[in-house]
Structures are given as C-alpha cells and as structure tokens.
Nanobody, 118 residues
Framework: QVQLVESGGGLVQPGGSLRLSCAASGSIFSSNVMGWYRQAPGKERELVASMTSGGNTNYADSVKGRFTISRDNSNYMVYLQMNSLKPEDTAVYYC????????????WGQGTQVTVSS
C-alpha cells in the first residue's frame, strides 16, 4: 500500500503564489509517475501536472508557464509551485501516484483546498 499526504493549500489573492507538497510512503517502486490533479465544484477531476521518476513532465495547457512540478525521489516527495494564481485555479488539489507491477496501481491523497480570491 501507498499513502500520500498533501500540505500547503490555503487562501491566496489573484497573482499570488502557493507551494503544495506531497509526502509518499509505503511500497513505492523506483519507477513511477507522481502528479497533481484538481477538482473544482461541479467539474471533473483534471490533471494539472505530472512527473515521471526519470524527470519527464506533463502540464495542463491552462497552467503552463505558471506552475512547476518537481520531485525529491530520495525522500518520496513531490511539489507543485503555483505562481500567478487565478480565481479559476480554485479547487481541491490531489496528489497522485501511479506505478506498475503486472497491473497499474493508482493512489490518491486526501486533497488540499486552494482558494484564489481577493
């Protein structure tokens, strides 16, 4: 089993910054994909950014140039630096880990609220 614990959410004004952190623990394989998803009220959960253990990244078009994902593989951490935040970034942000051993297994954190408002 894998456990994911997020931190760093909160209330920020438009144009501000926040940094989300996610700590992973448990049975984690050396090859995996960690990322961040978000879900706004009344909307489906969507990918924000992901990063493989090898360093390849993928970003949603809506956050390119504003958000940066990074990892600390030795400490099983993943981060999301969010700059130039907009009200439409308001959502619950979830940490995600995917790893494959015969089948692909996916794990989620409990979520952290990010609210962008003046």
């Amino acid at each position: 089993q894998v456990q994911l614990v997020e931190s760093g959410g909160g209330l920020v004004q438009p144009g501000g910054s926040l940094r989300l952190s996610c700590a992973a623990s448990g049975s984690i394989f050396s090859s995996n994909v960690m990322g961040w998803y978000r879900q706004a009220p009344g909307k489906e959960r969507e990918l924000v950014a992901s990063m493989t253990s090898g360093g390849n990244t993928n970003y949603a078009d809506s956050v390119k140039g504003r958000f940066t994902i990074s990892r600390d593989n030795s400490n099983y951490m993943v981060y999301l630096q969010m700059n130039s935040l907009k009200p439409e970034d308001t959502a619950v942000y979830y940490c995600n880990l995917k790893q494959t051993f015969i089948n692909t297994m996916q794990y989620w954190g409990q979520g952290t609220q990010v609210t962008v408002s003046s």
